[in-house]
């Protein structure tokens, strides 16, 4: 069992009810705070576990039993069921161009979408309630993305070696990979693209990794 896989279950956990893992901190009666990204690392850059305090809260909270939340750590889907929540079957999500991610002001610090210049769309079975969709750009996503198709991303479904992802650097460029590998201390990414180069990051160095997990084409 790794950090990484108890984070993962707990984002799960969050996004299958509903919530950010704010939202799911607070609905626990914990700090906001507790389970951003910011608070997953010691000062030194070593994983953080989370308390067995706040799990447990968590599962009081929510209803979870622990074989339930074990399942999800070890690699139980991390989004609920097509179709379980009917109502998400229509929720317009934010849309932005692809080229406009990597701007100030559209998401959070914990890689939110939040402002009011997002326009918005209409895609289907989307149940992660903080999901985006972008519209791509260009053709360095070919062939798997091409110019003007449009990827839902979810910030609370759980990421894993091979995902296609939308990965926002420290210097503000966003970018749709795949990913190759993500250890304690780096984060390495394929090109979709097999004209342009890979890429490899000090973890430190990367703001967020979400999810792709549906595509328009």
């Known amino acids: 069992m790794k950090h990484d896989d108890i984070w993962r279950a707990l984002d799960t956990l969050a996004a299958e009810q509903g919530l950010s893992p704010s939202g799911l901190a607070k609905r626990a009666g914990l700090d906001a705070t507790t389970f951003n990204p910011s608070k997953r690392r010691m000062p030194d850059g070593r994983a953080r576990w989370p308390s067995t305090e706040s799990l447990a809260k968590v599962f009081d909270a929510t209803g979870a039993t622990l074989d339930a939340f074990a399942a999800l750590v070890y690699g139980a889907r991390a989004l609920p069921a097509a179709g379980r929540d009917r109502a998400a079957a229509t929720r317009r999500i934010p849309l932005i161009g692809f080229a406009q991610a990597g701007g100030e002001g559209y998401f959070d610090d914990g890689g939110f ?105």
């Open 113 to 217: 979408p939040v402002g009011g210049s997002w326009d918005e769309v209409s895609l289907p079975e989307v149940t992660d309630p903080n999901a985006y969709a972008l519209e791509i750009s260009g053709d360095s996503m070919e062939p798997v993305f091409r110019d003007g198709d449009l990827v839902i991303v979810s910030p609370n479904a759980p990421v894993r070696r091979g995902d296609r992802v939308v990965v926002r650097t420290g210097t503000g460029e966003v970018m749709a990979k795949q990913l190759a590998r993500r250890s304690a201390r780096r984060v390495d990414l394929r090109s979709l693209n097999p004209a342009h180069p890979d890429y490899s990051f000090d973890l430190n160095d990367v703001i967020w990794i979400h999810r792709i997990i549906w595509a328009s084409q």
